[in-house]
């Protein structure tokens, strides 16, 4: 599995844009790129995936270059409630029995 | 559909003991995963199953854990003896068979060995 590198953590004011950025230098052809997000106390929930180019959804929008060795998660406009631990995985589908791995994650603190 | 449900939601026990943690994945899906979660390891893979079959338990911390999948829409995971460095966040996860698709989350259990 390719192997991921973000940000520890990352502060914000609400009303900001994020946008955290993930580097995967070794994505192999059939990986995808995926979003979760996970509040204290609960499991992690997805937000969005992608291959290439840009992915909107009415949560978040995911940027990936031609090249596909980073990516950029971007949460328009942040709340309080957006403050959570994001996590950028690569890999190949789940269908078909393949894993989901985790890293460290990317820790958001969202302020007044 | 209620999701994934994980039971108990808190359970403390001795060390020495047995604990035994259940998951029901979401009706339909074919995979699923249990992880555990630290403060010091973040979340971890311990083993995954795809149609009821263990497909690689290579995270499972050593003998005293243990997993089945007797059918579809049930799953254990089993700790015997506990020791207090068992102590996390257990989550199960499942997912449907279906390409790009997402894994949900149960809401966990947390497992206090003393």
């Known amino acids: 599995l390719a192997k991921t590198t973000q940000p520890i953590s990352m502060d914000s004011y609400e009303g900001q844009e994020v946008n955290i950025t993930c580097s995967h230098n070794?994505?192999?052809?059939?990986?995808?790129i995926t979003w979760y997000q996970q509040f204290p106390s609960q499991g992690p929930r997805f937000i969005i995936q992608g291959y290439k180019t840009k992915v909107t959804n009415e949560v978040a929008s995911l940027f990936i270059p031609a090249d596909r060795k980073s990516s950029t998660l971007s949460l328009p406009r942040v709340s309080l409630s957006d403050t959570a631990v994001y996590y950028c995985l690569v890999g190949p589908p789940l269908g078909g029995g393949n894993k989901l791995t985790f890293g460290t994650g990317t820790q958001l603190k969202v302020e007044l | 559909d209620a999701g994934v449900i994980q039971s108990p939601r808190h359970e403390v026990t001795e060390m020495g003991q047995e604990v035994t943690l259940r998951c029901k994945p979401i009706?339909?899906?074919?995979?699923l995963f249990w992880y555990r979660q630290t403060m010091m390891r973040g979340l971890e893979l311990l083993i995954y199953?795809?149609?009821?079959?263990?497909?690689?338990d290579s995270g499972m911390p050593e003998d005293r854990f243990s997993a089945k999948m007797p059918n579809a829409s049930f799953s254990t995971l089993k700790i015997q003896p506990s020791e207090p460095r068992d102590s996390a966040v257990y989550f199960c996860a499942s997912s449907s068979g279906t390409e790009n698709t997402e894994a949900f989350f149960g809401q966990g259990t947390r497992l206090t060995v003393v």
């Open positions: 070794n994505i192999a052809t059939n990986d995808y």
């Open positions: 199953f795809n149609n009821n079959v263990p497909i690689d």
């Open positions: 009706s339909g899906h074919n995979s």
